[in-house]
């Protein structure tokens, strides 16, 4: 059974990939051993991040720029992360609905993830969902975040390139100064391109990166990797009717290109899985501290009496872990 599941993937078998890519979100403990055999197959994408403001128009430019890979020859895997229903837990807006007129292309395989509560815009197996399509020989896969404004910036810890997406009209300047997604732009993208005001926005964002001095983000924060400076661009498009995509599209494998023969393409994959291990880490040690039911509650009571502070507390369970 394992061995067809990951056979499955290898062939890109839609079903298979559905599942595994399920067994993923899952979070269950035997699937880990299929995710790691699946791991050992990956490392070969591209992969882009999107992401933006709500309303900026990122699922359109998803569908448009696919279409664009697609008419090079490349295949796409797409993961989009929807906000959670209250009710069900499950992503709240369909792939289905959002990128009509790509589900019959057999080159393109579309998943929807809820972020369950997670922040910095993305769910917490997305990418494990990214390697299940990156060992389906998925040769260009885009994760669209969820929008949610200031916790945009984890997409920066798990992409190769990065689109931060505005639209004239909304204040995406202003909010791109205030979330921080200015400075992790590796392509900036001005959508909504037919609107009079879009030249008067992406004049702006190019004031902006000038002011900030930001034209290098070659080294990902604390990689050690300097490379050559990447002028990072500023590119207006429109979906409906489709322009400027081809321009993008030539952008970001520029961006790829300058990766790679600076040596920053390795930097970066290092990095991600870096905070990848780390998160997971975390992830472990909050489960094991959960689980420590009566012996946590006691700790908790003698942090509200006032008998420990919380740092001190912390200290202490760190400390009863260690021991164990």
Do not use: Y
């Amino acid at each position: 059974m394992a061995e067809t599941s990951i056979q499955g993937v290898l062939d890109r078998n839609v079903r298979a990939i559905a599942r595994m890519i399920s067994l993923a979100e899952a979070g269950k403990p035997e699937s880990r051993a299929l995710l790691a055999d699946i791991f050992k197959h990956t490392g070969h994408a591209h992969v882009v991040g999107l992401t933006g403001v709500p309303g900026s128009g990122k699922s359109s430019l998803v569908r448009e720029l696919t279409k664009a890979v697609r008419a090079s020859g490349r295949t796409v895997g797409i993961v989009a992360i929807d906000p959670s229903s209250p009710f069900s837990g499950g992503a709240i807006l369909g792939d289905r609905v959002r990128m009509t007129g790509l589900t019959s292309d057999d080159g393109v395989f579309i998943r929807s993830m809820a972020t369950r509560g997670s922040l910095g815009g993305l769910a917490k197996a997305c990418l494990d969902a990214v390697d299940v399509l990156d060992a389906a020989g998925f040769d260009v896969i885009l994760i669209e975040t969820v929008g949610v404004g200031q916790d945009e910036v984890d997409i920066v810890q798990a992409a190769h390139s990065v689109l931060v997406v505005s639209a004239p009209g909304l204040g995406d300047d202003i909010q791109a100064i205030k979330s921080g997604v200015l400075e992790i732009a590796d392509i900036h993208v001005v959508s909504k391109g037919d609107r009079p005001d879009a030249g008067a926005t992406a004049g702006h964002l190019r004031g902006m990166l000038t002011l900030t001095q930001r034209t290098d983000r070659t080294a990902m924060p604390g990689s050690g990797d300097q490379g050559e400076p990447w002028a990072v661009p500023v590119l207006v498009t429109s979906a409906e009717p489709a322009s400027g995509i081809e321009d993008l599209l030539g952008a970001i494998d520029g961006h790829r290109a300058h990766l790679t023969e600076t040596g920053g393409m390795e930097q970066r994959r290092r990095k991600i899985l870096e905070t990848r291990v780390l998160k997971i880490a975390e992830d472990i040690l909050r489960s094991d501290f959960k689980g420590r039911g009566a012996a946590l509650a006691a700790l908790m009571d003698r942090v509200r009496n006032g008998d420990i502070d919380p740092h001190g507390a912390a200290v202490e369970l760190l400390e009863a872990f260690r021991q164990d």
